[in-house]
């Protein structure tokens, strides 16, 4: 399975690819892989995550190589569209983060555009993970909210216990209780 | 003791075995391992004894992790170092005396490293010596995409590339082994996309010795029980001994070149086990290294192609017989390497000695781009044109790019406080039409769009000597350096002591956040911390730089904009080298202390166009704060003259 992962520095994309590579592991997978652009991406860039599980030498998944497109920015979603498989799945936060360059009015951030070009381009699911973070108490939650969607909808070959299993290895332990429910809030979205 | 076989997959299908002699009581573990930690698990599995580095993209996890290792490893020294240079030389003392060392840096490290390092394969190290040198083809963050490849070749110390991170892993130890067999230090040089890619890797509980090898780095004697490595180095171990050795004269440097060379060629002959060729038979080739072996394989499979391959390991020295044996059996090469064509020269070389006429398709001819990473559509891309199959990637079958995607630049954190560093320094110099000499850190990104005021950047310290340079050739402008702390002690201090002692006229500013921020918060010898969780009396900035005889040092807080801009005022009008250190912690050390919200905006959109700060957004034409970004700096309220801006307390 090929999934990506995108967003803005500091939602926690890598958390949440490590949480998936866990639970790759603890289903038996023999090999994961994981592959990140990281760099200046803590001064609030863009993220990329891959992960790879299966017979395979590298991380890196190309353009139209993703099963699972998970974005968690809006316009990132839109911008990694392209690595999806055409048919494959993708759930995407409608939450957005306005780049500087769209405050200083360089660039427009067409919110319809942005919504349109994903519609025309995939079915993808889009869901409001700030808003149940926040309802949570915890913004920084939205990446376990979006893990809790994907599962959801099912697009996760994984069991629910392993997942679960996989945050709270993963998370820290002050944090398991809110990661646990933000997993199944963003199951529960997705059931309306 | 019990003999293991490790494995791993190099390439579908095919396993790679390597065997080790482990003590009694292993277990097998598989855990899923970033690059960078594994380069340090192995490290901690080596027995190495002292750690060093000075962090650096996409090197930085290598140190932390063997810092988090080290209740493992209770005899393991470890330290950010000053810079690369004090940390080779830190690490040269302990292999000196017979300890396993690790150093770690990024690529543009190594230049400040260099001149150790030149060195030492000259005079050579008792305990293993590993140099890890990330590169960063791209390059994705550094100033440079030089290659640690080519600076090996240059220094005469082999170099290990590792293609994944359990090769990354396993190349470690081979490096351990290596070092200490030649009596050299040994370069292991993984890129960007192995430092930061992670894999399941079989990793053993603890540490490993090879069988012909097993031999203890702290003690300089054989050891069974591979456990006694942690143990108290017992009374009158071996430490360092006395000998004409240590020290580079002339004549020794005479000799050793000729030794060295020696030991080079023999070692040439033959290839590690991370050098292979792949003989498929076909007339066609393609030889890879390092991560592109990785993504190269995946697309041959994609593709469906069989073809012969030749993978470079070591590209120094590189494995001759190897590359000579490709050579005979192949009519026409295409060779697929990030940054310098380095397999490419080797397997030129090779032609004209072998005197075989093949065709060999790279970065020479033209064929490969120099410059960037060769990502798996380009790899395709070159297999396809080589091999002239078209290239399958249908138009239909791919979701086109989107062309509504706003750019997404890096830029400070809000509540950065080199933001308002860099603030009062343009207040305070308006209608001056100065120049910046910026630096190496976060803030770098103040040349961006609205602050501007980073005019230059070269490498580490050159903001401060630049500066020097520049007022020379422009006397009658006003030109400020800046540097951040953790900067200063790398490589800021000696430049300083040039401006003062040359009187030049330049306005230095320190921007001191207390932790080296860039790379994700290393403490440095300006932050009472050490890697050993020892605390230690922080070195002051503010009496090193009077210390230097700098005529006017001001220390002040750059949130207090109005005695900040005085200073900045009071500096350029000092007649000589001036400092002024602007200090307030990163963002990252601190608690968010409370929030500013907007209430009734006027949309002047003044607090947007001056300080360009990532919380604040336009939305029907007036300006909000995104209260989940905003560290209550409280910039925003300072620059809004319609006072809009409130406080809000958490």
């Known amino acids: ?192 | 003791m019990t003999e293991t076989r490790y494995s791993y997959t190099r390439l579908r299908g095919e396993r790679v075995e390597i065997s080790e002699i482990l003590s009694s009581r292993i277990e097998n573990m598989r855990k899923l391992l970033l690059g960078n930690e594994a380069i340090a698990q192995a490290a901690i599995e080596s027995g190495v004894g002292v750690v060093c580095g000075y962090p650096g993209t996409p090197s930085t996890e290598i140190l932390e992790t063997a810092a988090r290792l080290k209740a493992d490893a209770p005899n393991l020294y470890i330290e950010w170092s000053t810079n690369e240079k004090a940390a080779v030389e830190v690490a040269a003392g302990a292999a000196y005396s017979g300890v396993r060392v690790l150093v770690t840096m990024k690529q543009v490290g190594l230049n400040v490293a260099s001149d150790p390092v030149m060195c030492l394969s000259y005079i050579g190290v008792k305990g293993g010596m590993v140099i890890v040198v990330a590169d960063d083809p791209g390059p994705i963050s550094s100033q440079t995409e030089q290659d640690t490849r080519h600076f090996a070749e240059y220094a005469h110390i082999p170099v290990l590339d590792p293609s994944s991170p359990e090769e990354a892993y396993l190349m470690t130890k081979a490096a351990f082994l290596m070092s200490q067999r030649l009596g050299k230090p040994v370069i292991l040089r993984p890129t960007t996309k192995v430092c930061h890619a992670s894999a399941t890797i079989q990793i053993a509980e603890y540490r490993i010795q090879n069988i012909e090898d097993r031999y203890s780095p702290l003690r300089g004697e054989h050891c069974d029980d591979l456990k006694d490595l942690h143990r108290e180095l017992p009374a009158g171990a071996p430490r360092f001994v006395k000998d004409p050795r240590w020290v580079i004269f002339p004549p020794l440097a005479y000799r050793r070149h000729n030794e060295i060379a020696e030991m080079l060629q023999k070692e040439s002959e033959s290839a590690t086990e991370f050098d292979k060729f792949y003989n498929e038979h076909s007339r066609y080739g393609i030889a890879a290294g390092g991560v592109t072996w990785a993504i190269l394989n995946d697309v041959l499979i994609d593709l469906d192609v069989i073809i012969s391959r030749l993978k470079i390991g070591r590209p120094h020295p590189a494995p001759l017989r190897l590359a000579d044996t490709f050579l005979a059996e192949t009519e026409c090469v295409l060779v697929l390497e990030e940054l310098d064509p380095v397999i490419e020269d080797i397997l030129i070389s090779r032609k004209g000695v072998i005197g075989r006429d093949i065709q060999i398709m790279g970065k020479r001819s033209g064929f490969v781009s120099h410059a960037g990473e060769l990502l798996y559509a380009d790899i395709k891309k070159y297999v396809c044109d080589f091999l002239g199959l078209s290239n399958h990637d249908n138009e239909e079958d791919l979701i086109a790019a989107p062309d509504c995607t706003p750019v997404r630049a890096p830029v400070l954190c809000a509540g950065c406080p080199h933001r308002a560093s860099f603030y009062a320094v343009k207040t305070a110099a308006k209608g001056k039409n100065p120049i910046y000499c910026g630096d190496i850190g976060c803030y770098t990104l103040g040349n961006a769009k609205p602050l501007e005021t980073t005019d230059t950047c070269l490498c580490m310290g050159a903001g401060i000597t630049i500066a020097q340079g520049i007022k020379h050739s422009n006397p009658d402008t006003t030109v400020f350096g800046f540097i951040g702390d953790s900067t200063f002690f790398a490589s800021g201090i000696t430049g300083l002591a040039n401006a003062v002692y040359n009187n030049v006229d330049v306005n230095i500013i320190i921007l001191d956040n207390r932790i080296t921020a860039m790379t994700g918060g290393q403490p440095h010898p300006g932050t009472g911390k050490t890697m050993m969780n020892t605390d230690s009396p922080p070195i002051d900035i503010e009496a090193v730089v009077k210390a230097l005889g700098v005529g006017f040092v001001k220390k002040c807080n750059p949130f207090d904009q109005v005695s900040a801009v005085e200073t900045v005022k009071s500096a350029v009008d000092f007649n000589g080298t001036s400092v002024v250190i602007f200090e307030a912690p990163c963002i990252n050390l601190i608690k968010k202390p409370k929030l500013y919200t907007v209430e009734g905006c006027i949309g002047c959109m003044r607090c947007v166009n001056e300080i360009g700060c990532p919380s604040i957004f336009v939305e029907d034409k007036t300006a909000k704060i995104n209260s989940d970004l905003c560290y209550g700096c409280g910039l925003c309220q300072y620059v809004c003259k319609a006072g809009k801006i409130k406080e809000v307390t958490l």
């Open chain 1, 1 to 192: 399975m090929n999934i990506v992962i995108s967003g803005v520095g500091g939602q926690g994309t890598i958390l949440a690819s490590k949480i998936l590579a866990e639970a790759a592991k603890q289903s038996g997978a023999e090999f994961v892989r994981t592959g990140e652009t990281i760099g200046m991406s803590q001064r609030g860039g863009s993220v990329l995550s891959f992960l790879r599980e299966g017979n395979i030498s590298s991380p890196y998944i190309q353009k139209g190589g993703a099963d699972l497109l998970l974005s968690f920015e809006l316009c990132e979603g839109a911008r990694n569209l392209p690595y999806l498989k055409k048919g494959g799945n993708a759930v995407i936060n409608t939450a957005k983060i306005k780049p500087l360059s769209v405050s200083l009015g360089n660039a427009v951030y067409d919110e319809a555009a942005i919504t349109g070009y994903i519609n025309e381009n995939s079915s993808a699911t889009f869901i409001d993970a700030e808003k149940i973070a926040v309802s949570l108490g915890n913004a920084k939650c939205i990446n376990i909210v979006m893990l809790g969607a994907a599962f959801g909808k099912g697009f996760l070959n994984f069991g629910k216990e392993t997942l679960i299993e996989a945050i709270k290895s993963t998370v820290k332990p002050q944090f398991t209780e809110l990661n646990i429910n933000a997993f199944e809030k963003g199951i529960e979205a997705t059931e309306l």
